[in-house]
């Protein structure tokens, strides 16, 4: 079984995204095969805002510290922290992952498409073991948010090497059964409230991710639990401190069972 291998499955490939060790060890313990990482959550975790290429380091760090986990890991590498397609292609050989996620935008701003296809041809050439999910931001940044812009730039990254194509903020049914039927890679959506896993099956998709979902939910979680204790009101349901501090225990002892 392989990382590929897992976007063949009868359901799509749910892939939670963590953002440090912890939420990664919570994650691999709910039985997870493959963790993703959240760029929201690095960066924010930073005091950063996403998508400034603040988190390259981070990333780096981040990848080093989950490699020793018993499941696949890819990472959300941005734009790949640069224009040149060499220095991407040099970042991402530097990962120690399976997979990595790279977005034709910057500074909240689609790129030209055939630049976006040089970064994913550099990057399959230099790493040709890595699953490359090349992100189309069209629907995501509301712009050129058409089917056929969208396929356009699917056509491109799929001739350059991508193995899945990424398409966030696309969420209507009808969309969603186009874009999966003309693209022969697997199709990865965001987790869209109101589909089930078999119901995007069923539209041909082939892999959900949950973004900076859990990443945000833990913030607000944090957030009720200091303001329960101020107002008297009900505690937010949380890990015992003696799980995690075993987790944690077992991760600096390198003993990594789901």
């Not at 696949?72 to 397609?85: F, V």
């Not at 910057?106 to 090349?134: G, Y």
Request: proline share 7%.
């Amino acid at each position: 079984m392989t990382f590929a291998d897992l976007h063949r499955g009868e359901l799509p490939l749910l892939l939670p995204n963590a953002w440090d060790v912890p939420s990664a060890l919570a994650l691999l313990e709910c039985g997870f095969a493959a963790i993703g990482t959240t760029s929201f959550g690095v960066a924010s975790s930073l005091g950063t805002p996403d998508g400034g290429r603040s988190t390259s380091q981070a990333n780096l760090d981040l990848a080093a510290a989950l490699r020793p986990l018993d499941c696949y890991i890819t990472m959300d590498i941005e734009d790949g922290y640069a224009d040149d397609p060499d220095q991407v292609a040099d970042y991402v050989a530097q990962l120690p992952v399976d997979g990595i996620n790279i977005e034709d935008s910057t500074d909240e701003a689609l790129i030209e498409p055939r630049r976006h296809a040089a970064k994913v041809q550099a990057i399959k050439q230099r790493s040709p073991d890595v699953f490359v999910n090349a992100r189309i931001d069209t629907y995501w940044l509301g712009q050129d948010a058409t089917v056929a812009a969208t396929l356009d730039r699917a056509v491109q990254y799929v001739e350059a090497g991508a193995d899945g194509i990424f398409v966030p903020g696309a969420t209507e049914p009808d969309v969603l059964r186009v874009l999966t039927a003309a693209i022969p890679l697997p199709v990865n959506v965001l987790a869209i409230p109101g589909l089930s896993l078999t119901e995007l099956a069923a539209l041909g998709v082939r892999r959900v991710s949950t973004g900076s979902l859990p990443y945000r939910a833990a913030i607000h979680a944090a957030a009720r639990a200091a303001v329960a204790f101020r107002d008297g009101t009900e505690l937010p349901a949380a890990d015992p401190y003696p799980e995690m501090q075993e987790r944690l225990t077992r991760y600096a002892n390198q003993k990594f069972s789901g």
